[in-house]
């Protein structure tokens, strides 16, 4: 059975740094890419980062190199580090395991909620 948990989310005050963790099992990590999403009431959800399975990262010009996502494959695990926090960043954080060639998966946590405080 594949299990995607989130953790790490809280309240944090604006400008403040907060790191989530994406811990997996089920899957075979290292295969994996790992994307972060978030999303916010009333809005789509919105692409935050991704790291493939060889390491390499890409994020959306509009996080303004504020997030990063380094992966631990020997802990099975995906991590969004994010600094200068902004209230418009307040969402509920998913984390995503996805592989399009054999095995092929696209697995979804269920999400951790931050907040940010202005």
């Known amino acids: 059975q594949v299990q995607l948990g989130e953790s790490g989310g809280g309240l944090v005050q604006s400008g403040g740094s907060l790191t989530l963790s994406c811990t997996t099992s089920?899957?075979?990590?290292?295969?994996?890419?790992m994307g972060w999403y978030r999303q916010a009431p009333g809005k789509q959800r919105e692409w935050v980062g991704n790291?493939?399975?060889?390491?390499?990262?890409t994020y959306p010009d509009s996080m303004d190199g504020r997030f990063t996502s380094p992966r631990d494959n020997a802990k099975n695990t995906a991590y969004l580090h994010m600094n200068s926090l902004k209230p418009e960043d307040a969402a509920v954080y998913l984390c995503?395991?996805?592989?399009?060639?054999?095995?092929?998966?696209?697995?979804w946590g269920q999400g951790t909620q931050v907040t940010v405080s202005s």
């Open positions: 790291v493939t399975e060889q390491g390499s990262k």
């Open positions: 089920g899957i075979l990590f290292n295969l994996f890419d």
């Open positions: 995503r395991a996805h592989r399009g060639a054999w095995p092929r998966g696209d697995f």
